[in-house]
């Protein structure tokens, strides 16, 4: 049955950001697919995250990690943990970023390097250290989050821009390595969420409804709309999608 090739039963997930917003959302959504979750995130514990998961009857373990601050061996170790826990790993969800915004002429070199080192250096050396338990096993399942920054230029948003555009080429990148070996890199790329990321714009009454307004959906996204987008690519149905960056924006990009 083709609803059978989306179950994700006995798959263990690693997700970055897994404490809320889009992390969260996916890391329930992994679960109600059958998976059982290795969560990373900068907080102690992930209590409501975790809770909500064993609700779903699956197991979460957590790891406290500042990926703004973590080195590359600190980062090989957080995957090799999972792996060391659970016996094995089968995805990897790239979702922790953060988002600095000053003109260009005012932002700094910690803002460029914070953005950077979490949305990229941190991505990409996450991805080379899942892809040396994924090659072994001839299976994996690499989810980056990209952005619609990963196709346009923003304002006020030079790192994150830089780096969002560095997500697509790297999961490009890692699909010309890594698809001869069974192992599948994609990314998502989202629109507009409500998520802390955006607080700031959908308080900014003006802002918010110019965003809005260019959006055709009218509204804007939830971590629940990254959900079925997904639990597809980390499941045998996306067995042959390689190299995809997955608008999941409302319709932003096609204005």
Same mark, same amino acid.
Request: hydrophobic share 45%; aromatic share 6%.
């Given at each position: 049955?083709?609803?059978?090739?989306?179950?994700?039963?006995?798959?263990?997930?690693?997700?970055?950001?897994?404490?809320?917003?889009?992390?969260?959302?996916?890391?329930?959504?992994?679960?109600?697919?059958?998976?059982?979750?290795?969560?990373?995130?900068?907080?102690?514990?992930?209590?409501?995250?975790?809770?909500?998961?064993?609700?779903?009857?699956?197991?979460? #373990?957590?790891?406290?990690?500042?990926?703004?601050?973590?080195?590359?061996?600190?980062?090989?170790?957080?995957?090799?943990?999972?792996?060391?826990? #659970?016996?094995?790993?089968?995805?990897?969800?790239?979702?922790?970023?953060?988002?600095?915004?000053?003109?260009?002429?005012?932002?700094?070199?910690?803002?460029?390097?914070?953005?950077?080192?979490?949305?990229?250096?941190?991505?990409?050396?996450?991805?080379?250290?899942?892809?040396?338990?994924?090659?072994?096993?001839?299976?994996?399942?690499?989810?980056?989050?990209?952005?619609?920054?990963?196709?346009?230029?923003?304002?006020?948003?030079?790192?994150?821009?830089?780096?969002?555009?560095?997500?697509?080429?790297?999961?490009?990148?890692?699909?010309?390595?890594?698809?001869?070996?069974?192992?599948?890199?994609?990314?998502?790329?989202?629109? #507009?969420?409500?998520?802390?990321?955006?607080?700031?714009?959908?308080?900014?009454?003006?802002?918010?409804?110019?965003?809005?307004?260019?959006?055709?959906?009218?509204?804007?996204?939830?971590?629940?709309?990254?959900?079925?987008?997904?639990?597809?690519?980390?499941?045998?149905?996306?067995? #042959?999608?390689?190299?995809?960056?997955?608008?999941?924006?409302?319709?932003?990009?096609?204005?």
């Amino acid at each position: 049955m083709i609803l059978d090739q989306f179950r994700l039963d006995h798959k263990i997930a690693i997700i970055t950001g897994s404490g809320q917003g889009l992390g969260q959302g996916m890391a329930l959504a992994m679960a109600m697919a059958g998976a059982d979750i290795a969560g990373i995130d900068l907080g102690p514990d992930a209590p409501d995250t975790e809770a909500k998961v064993q609700a779903l009857g699956h197991k979460y #373990y957590h790891q406290q990690a500042n990926l703004i601050e973590a080195p590359v061996a600190e980062l090989h170790k957080l995957v090799d943990n999972a792996v060391a826990h #659970y016996g094995h790993i089968d995805i990897l969800i790239n979702n922790a970023g953060i988002i600095r915004r000053a003109p260009l002429l005012e932002h700094t070199e910690k803002d460029w390097d914070d953005v950077i080192q979490i949305n990229l250096k941190a991505v990409f050396f996450l991805c080379q250290a899942a892809a040396r338990h994924f090659i072994p096993q001839k299976s994996g399942k690499i989810i980056n989050i990209a952005s619609m920054l990963s196709f346009q230029g923003g304002i006020l948003v030079p790192g994150y821009t830089a780096s969002k555009s560095g997500v697509a080429g790297i999961t490009k990148l890692l699909t010309n390595e890594l698809a001869g070996h069974g192992i599948n890199a994609n990314a998502i790329a989202p629109g #507009y969420m409500a998520t802390a990321n955006t607080s700031a714009l959908r308080q900014n009454a003006e802002r918010s409804e110019a965003i809005l307004a260019r959006i055709p959906a009218g509204r804007w996204g939830l971590p629940s709309d990254l959900a079925g987008a997904a639990v597809f690519l980390a499941s045998s149905a996306s067995d #042959y999608v390689n190299g995809c960056i997955l608008n999941i924006d409302g319709g932003w990009l096609a204005r």
